[in-house]
């Protein structure tokens, strides 16, 4: 596991317009998951320990974001077969496990981290009703522990982006483990 940092993506960079598959099978558009204020995309995975750590914060969060208007995607783009604990079938048994609600998007060609640039697990996009980039940053200023967190990044972008301010400044990078890159 190396721990990498994501790359600054530039504000208002475009939503690609992306089609994933489900745990089952079942397209998805990013797009069509938009949010009446906007939609969260969060790379992440199963096994990376920075990811799990900060799966709780992330389901919890993302029931409060769908309330004001933002809804959540995840994406794994571990599909490897050196790590089967990011297989698809295990995706399912953490849907069930951790009460994921909301899509958990399976990234098999890994084309969708390649066009988003994404770095590591996790790595966390908002984006606008526009489609333009609003936020590239991490949840909060202490994924190891969420009792020493100080600052909650993401919900504090997420209420800016809902009230319709401009994009908090600076946006710190996440860290996490690097992308099983399957052509690395």
Known sequence: MALVASIHVDLGWQLPDLELKDTDGKAVRLDGQMGEKGLLIAFTCNHCPYAIAVWPRLIRQSRTFREMGVNTV???PNIHPDYPEDSI???KEKIAEWGIDFPYLADETQDAAKLFEAQCTPDIYLFGTDGKLYYHGRI?????DEAKV????LA???????EGRPAPQPQHPTIGCSIKWRDA
């Open 74 to 76: 995840a994406v794994n």
């Open 89 to 91: 079938p295990a995706m």
């Open 140 to 144: 909060d200023d202490y994924w190891k």
């Open 150 to 153: 100080t600052r909650q990044e």
């Open 156 to 162: 504090a972008a997420v209420d800016a982006l809902a």
